[in-house]
């Protein structure tokens, strides 16, 4: 069984950067899609950046610029840079892969910016 476990989340003031990490705990194979998702309070859950099979990058338009994401295919962990933060992104952040027979989730890490 393989396990996404994330990590860097935490408190910052606008303007300021955060990276997180996603590592997996063993290989995964037949991934069609990596990428990190996040939902606010109230809010659907929305795709933040992603890396497709064919290694094409996609960022949500709100956080293009800002954000970027990247692999550490050696540590079997995918990044995602966050600079200049603003309020509006303070959410719950998931990573995720997207397998041939269905997705695997992170637990989520909470990411809060004050103004």
């Known amino acids: 069984q393989v396990q996404l476990v994330e990590s860097g989340g935490g408190l910052v003031q606008a303007g300021g950067s955060l990276r997180l990490s996603c590592a997996a705990s063993?290989?995964?194979?037949?991934?069609?899609?990596v990428g990190w998702y996040r939902q606010a309070p109230g809010k659907q859950r929305e795709l933040v950046a992603e890396?497709?099979?064919?290694?094409?990058?996609n960022y949500a338009d709100s956080v293009k610029g800002r954000f970027t994401i990247s692999i550490d295919v050696a540590k079997i962990t995918v990044y995602l840079q966050m600079n200049s933060l603003k309020p509006e992104d303070t959410a719950v952040y998931y990573c995720?892969?997207?397998?041939?027979?269905?997705?695997?989730w992170g637990q989520g890490t909470q990411v809060t910016v004050s103004s």
């Open positions: 063993r290989s995964v194979f037949s991934i069609n899609a």
């Open positions: 890396i497709s099979g064919g290694g094409r990058l």
């Open positions: 995720n892969a997207k397998m041939h027979w269905g997705d695997l």
